[in-house]
């Protein structure tokens, strides 16, 4: 069975611009999570979505949304984007929004110029 | 403030050399401890869940436990193919997830 795959792998941009990034989950997963990892850290957590609905969020500012489509799928979008959105963004999916394991796809690296 | 702290933050192990990892933690209704492993360039893998202190997961030579304060995770006769980052993470009653800044593993043969 095909894993937590994201898109695209790498992503170059400037500040100022919009980056949409995008996650499919494993097949009978239903909710999908959505973090930020700069070098040497651990992720930090932006948001979870189960059923369409945002079931969490976390200390990130307002450029950063999100969305859960009929099929799961989702799109974490980021407006504005500033040299310290630099990071991979990992996108992780659970059979459901409980405290179910999440598993994580290998993430887009996106860099800030 | 929720937050998770790992220690030590680099380790190295001789192959077999047996030795814990530490995951301590505050937070506001404690729902589930998870412990990730992570290769370089690679997504987060799981490895086990914890919902309660007194609670223990076995998986091959890593052996993880819970108390009310903090998790360990002991590795048993490491291998070189065990040099990994293991990151811990919990998540709080609001539904939110805090990983730690991870512990590196390094074992050599």
């Known amino acids: 069975d095909a894993g937590v795959t994201q898109s695209p792998t790498h992503l170059i941009k400037t500040r100022g611009q919009h980056v949409t990034l995008r996650c499919s989950p494993i097949?009978?997963?239903?909710?999908v999570s959505w973090y930020q990892q700069v070098l040497g850290q651990g992720p930090q957590f932006i948001f979870q979505y189960y059923e369409k609905e945002e079931r969490g969020r976390g200390n990130f500012p307002d450029r950063f949304s999100a969305r859960q489509f009929p099929n799961y799928s989702s799109e974490l979008n980021v407006n504005a984007l500033l040299l310290g959105d630099s990071a991979l963004y990992l996108c992780?999916?659970?059979?459901?929004?409980?405290?179910?394991?999440?598993?994580f796809g290998d993430g887009t690296r996106l860099s800030i110029l | 403030e929720d937050q998770v702290t790992q220690s030590p933050e680099a380790l190295r192990l001789q192959e077999g050399e047996s030795s814990s990892l530490n995951c301590s933690y505050t937070?506001?209704?404690?729902?589930?401890l998870f412990w990730y492993r992570q290769d370089p360039g690679k997504g987060p893998e799981f490895l086990f869940t914890?919902?309660?202190a007194g609670e223990e997961k076995e998986k091959e030579r890593l052996k993880a436990t819970l108390t009310k304060k903090e998790s360990f995770l002991h590795i048993t006769a490491p291998k070189p193919e065990d040099s990994a980052t293991y990151l811990c993470?919990?998540?709080?009653?609001?539904?939110?997830?805090?990983f730690g800044t991870g512990t590196s593993l390094t074992v050599i043969p």
């Open positions: 992780a999916s659970s059979l459901e929004g409980g405290s179910r394991p999440q598993h």
């Open positions: 993470a919990v998540q709080a009653s609001g539904n939110q997830f805090y």
């Open positions: 914890l919902y309660s």
């Open positions: 937070v506001s209704g404690l729902r589930g």
């Open positions: 097949s009978g997963h239903k909710s």
